[in-house]
């Protein structure tokens, strides 16, 4: 069912790792659904067994909890395309459908607990 969405993600990925020019042929290695309801968040976590990470957007609205990236960030500073003021401290992309967040697996990231009633659903992505 998720063929042509999968092939479109790795078709971002590729370019990517082009724009990056990181060294890397990718393999996905794992996948899986994010489901939030309210109340729900995701602490601050990395991934430690894979380079590049990803998450698609498949449900979200304007209340959503946004991603939130925590530094270390520098090489990734001209990757990131920031929404409002780029700080030190932490990079957010506001969730909305059919957004995808490429990024390295090494970055510390987090999901805000969410506040709506809506649920918010993600597509995330570890590649070796």
């Excluded at 894979?50 to 698609?56: E, P």
């Excluded at 990757?79 to 401290?89: P, W």
Aim: glycine residues 4%; proline residues 5%.
């Amino acid at each position: 069912k998720f063929k042509k969405l999968n092939d479109w993600i790795m078709k971002q990925i590729d370019t990517y790792i082009e724009e990056t020019k990181i060294v890397f042929k990718p393999r996905r290695i794992e996948s899986w659904f994010n489901i939030y309801k309210k109340g729900d968040f995701q602490e601050i976590h990395l991934h430690h067994n894979s380079i590049l990470s990803a998450v698609y957007f498949l449900k979200a609205n304007d209340k959503s909890s946004p991603l939130i990236f925590r530094p270390p960030f520098e090489d990734q500073r001209d990757v990131f395309k920031t929404e409002g003021i780029c700080t030190n401290t932490s990079i957010e992309y506001t969730a909305r459908p059919g957004r995808l967040v490429v990024f390295r697996s090494y970055v510390p990231h987090c999901v805000g607990k969410l506040k709506d009633d809506e649920d918010r659903i993600t597509l995330a992505y570890n590649y070796e």
